[in-house]
């Protein structure tokens, strides 16, 4: 899944149309300002609980569409000390997003994170989803695809951090990768606050929703289910549902206290909770202070 999505020919670092009428799929941004608005008004607001205008990082800014309506949804002042910075490794989505937006790029949180000295507001729209999972079922097997791209399932010892297997559903995905990005890269943030805006919510919600699993691909605006899933890795893209007390849980091991887990409908003041208001969730986190002696 990662050399699918991100490898020397994957979806997201090869020159396509992902994103809009022309690409796979559409993102919130690219069909409402609101959006951007209120994650503006988190960012003051922010500003005012932290006391300091700290930096703000963007995770995965898509084609920079939500970044250049943050800025003009701000205030004149505020626009003026917005320190801005980019997290993306696909070269031609960063020639879209420099198109639109001024700031500062890096390839990776770390590496942001070094400029910003450890102190930033990080958001994030739809990008969690995009992470490489593991997928068990209820017997605790592993799958794995063999060389046709069949399903094979097989019994793993090895478990992943994840609260999804105190419940066991039929099907499942862990997002290890996440964790260990949490490890090695958010680990790094020592003052400020984290957005995290996505599809999923917790155990009860995805999976009755999807019992047999919530990977799936798209392409053209189409969604495909495994095994078509699994066909033409680099030219469609992969998600899943975001597990969402996985990323409460895997916070708090590194120092983040939750402030607050909301539908994307409360977050923009709107009544869509049947629709994709309800189906994303808004998660913010802060950095708690450190402890002293």
Same mark, same amino acid.
Request: neutral net charge.
């Given at each position: 899944?990662?050399?699918?999505?991100?490898?020397?020919?994957?979806?997201?670092?090869?020159?396509?149309?992902?994103?809009?009428? @022309?690409?796979?799929?559409?993102?919130?941004?690219?069909?409402?300002?609101?959006?951007?608005?209120?994650?503006?008004?988190?960012?003051?607001?922010?500003?005012?609980?932290?006391?300091?205008?700290?930096?703000?990082?963007?995770?995965?800014?898509?084609?920079?569409?939500?970044? @250049?309506?943050?800025?003009?949804?701000?205030?004149?002042?505020?626009?003026?000390?917005?320190?801005?910075?980019?997290?993306?490794?696909?070269?031609?989505?960063?020639?879209?997003?420099?198109?639109?937006?001024?700031?500062?790029?890096?390839?990776?949180?770390?590496?942001?994170?070094?400029?910003?000295?450890?102190?930033?507001?990080?958001?994030?729209?739809?990008?969690?989803?995009?992470?490489?999972?593991?997928?068990?079922?209820?017997?605790?097997?592993?799958?794995?695809?063999?060389?046709?791209?069949?399903?094979?399932?097989?019994?793993?010892?090895?478990?992943?951090?994840?609260?999804?297997?105190?419940?066991?559903?039929? @099907?499942?995905?862990?997002?290890?990768?996440?964790?260990?990005?949490?490890?090695?890269?958010?680990?790094?943030?020592?003052?400020?606050?984290?957005?995290?805006?996505?599809?999923?919510?917790?155990?009860?919600?995805?999976?009755?929703?999807?019992?047999?699993?919530?990977? @799936?691909?798209?392409?053209?605006?189409?969604?495909?289910?495994?095994?078509?899933?699994?066909?033409?890795?680099?030219?469609?893209?992969?998600?899943?549902?975001?597990?969402?007390?996985?990323?409460?849980?895997?916070?708090?091991?590194?120092?983040?206290?939750?402030?607050?887990?909301?539908?994307?409908?409360?977050?923009?003041?709107?009544?869509?909770?049947?629709?994709?208001?309800?189906?994303?969730?808004?998660?913010?986190?802060?950095?708690?202070?450190?402890?002293?002696?």
């Amino acid at each position: 899944m990662a050399k699918a999505l991100y490898g020397r020919e994957g979806y997201y670092t090869t020159p396509r149309s992902i994103i809009g009428p @022309r690409g796979d799929f559409t993102t919130t941004p690219k069909l409402t300002k609101l959006l951007a608005q209120k994650i503006a008004a988190w960012i003051e607001s922010a500003w005012e609980r932290q006391d300091l205008k700290l930096p703000v990082i963007e995770l995965g800014p898509g084609d920079g569409t939500l970044a @250049r309506d943050i800025r003009s949804s701000l205030g004149f002042f505020s626009r003026q000390k917005l320190n801005y910075h980019f997290v993306e490794i696909s070269p031609h989505l960063v020639k879209q997003q420099q198109e639109k937006n001024k700031g500062s790029w890096h390839a990776t949180l770390s590496d942001a994170l070094e400029v910003t000295r450890g102190e930033a507001l990080i958001i994030s729209n739809e990008f969690f989803d995009a992470f490489p999972v593991r997928v068990f079922n209820h017997s605790l097997q592993e799958l794995y695809l063999g060389q046709k791209k069949e399903e094979i399932w097989q019994t793993c010892q090895d478990l992943p951090n994840s609260s999804l297997f105190k419940k066991l559903p039929i @099907r499942f995905e862990v997002a290890e990768s996440i964790y260990q990005w949490f490890l090695s890269d958010l680990s790094k943030l020592t003052k400020g606050e984290i957005l995290t805006i996505d599809y999923g919510g917790d155990s009860k919600e995805i999976y009755h929703r999807r019992p047999l699993g919530t990977l @799936r691909a798209y392409a053209h605006h189409m969604r495909l289910l495994p095994p078509d899933a699994y066909q033409n890795p680099g030219k469609q893209d992969l998600t899943f549902d975001v597990h969402f007390p996985d990323l409460i849980n895997w916070g708090n091991k590194i120092g983040l206290e939750t402030g607050s887990l909301i539908t994307q409908a409360e977050f923009l003041g709107t009544d869509d909770l049947k629709g994709a208001g309800g189906a994303f969730k808004v998660l913010h986190q802060k950095m708690c202070a450190p402890k002293t002696s």
